[in-house]
């Protein structure tokens, strides 16, 4: 922060009190502190508060294109080495890169889906994320089938450890991502 803190009480002139609770037995006991006290007692205080704020999300990716990916990987941030390559391969098949997508990983969000409003994009590609309540309210959606968002698209499709050992969802996943994308 500040190299020379010696110069707070030029700047701050007023006394200073932090009121402590009552703890049982005790009693409350106000304590003055220096100016330079308080700064550090303030700072501590509001990066406490910026602890408690809700969740933040773990993105990978710039998302320079408003791409959502999804995943649900329970045991790795985002994905294993094996499926990252995959994807890689599937995003540069419609010329796109992790820079043009925010890859998350669903399963590291818990019940947060919520938290995805968060992300400005247009299109999403879910792979084995089946909730997807924050965007789209029909109860029943097809893999591989497009589903129009407000103002985007939806390609709900099958793990990406499925797709690597299924032709047939292979397929139909490269169907759905050449209308997608306009391929």
Do not use: C, R
Request: glycine share 4%.
């Amino acid at each position: 922060m500040l190299a020379d803190k010696n110069y707070l009480h030029n700047i701050l002139t007023e006394d200073i009190y932090i009121l402590q609770e009552p703890e049982a037995n005790s009693s409350t006991t106000n304590k003055k502190l220096s100016p330079t006290e308080e700064v550090i007692a303030e700072t501590k205080v509001s990066d406490n508060n910026q602890n408690e704020a809700t969740p933040k999300l773990n993105i990978k990716g710039e998302n320079k294109k408003g791409i959502l990916v999804l995943v649900n990987h329970q045991t790795e941030a985002f994905l294993e080495k094996e499926d990252e390559v995959l994807l890689s391969k599937i995003l540069q098949s419609v010329k796109l890169s992790f820079e043009d997508i925010a890859l998350v990983n669903a399963h590291a969000l818990d019940d947060q889906l919520g938290l995805l409003k968060e992300i400005s994009y247009k299109k999403i590609v879910s792979f084995g994320v089946e909730d997807l309540n924050f965007a789209i309210t029909q109860s029943s959606v097809k893999h591989y089938d497009l589903v129009p968002l407000n103002d985007g698209k939806l390609l709900l499709a099958d793990s990406l450890k499925v797709i690597s050992s299924d032709v047939e969802k292979k397929k139909k996943l490269w169907g759905g991502l050449k209308e997608l994308f306009d391929v």
